[in-house]
């Protein structure tokens, strides 16, 4: 769940209202272009991120699934991006090396 954060002049709470997931999915598609980035960038790109990154961190499976609100081990592994960084794997972020 976001929470509002203070910033002056900006209603968080009437943003988060408001933003709905294909919006947030063309914001990212759209940013990623604008960055160069090729390939499909969506939504989801930044819930693998989140996830990957967590893994990259050593963060455990429950924080983790807590952050992203994941149920099912196997669907928040499946946002894991193995091969980042070299080494790594799913078992990772799992707490098994």
């Known amino acids: 769940m976001l929470e509002a954060t203070h910033v002056t002049g900006v209603d968080h709470a009437a943003l988060i209202a408001t933003l709905v997931a294909n919006q947030v999915a063309r ?42 609100e994941h149920r099912c081990v196997a669907t928040v592994l499946g946002y894991f991006q193995a091969g980042q960084p070299p080494g790594q794997s799913r078992h ?6």
């Open 27 to 68: 914001i990212v598609e759209r940013r990623a272009r604008l960055g160069g980035l090729a390939g499909d960038w969506g939504g989801h790109s930044l819930r693998s991120g989140c996830v990957t990154e967590a893994g990259r961190q050593v963060v455990p499976l429950g924080e983790v699934m807590a952050m992203t």
């Open 92 to 97: 990772a972020i799992a707490g098994r090396r």
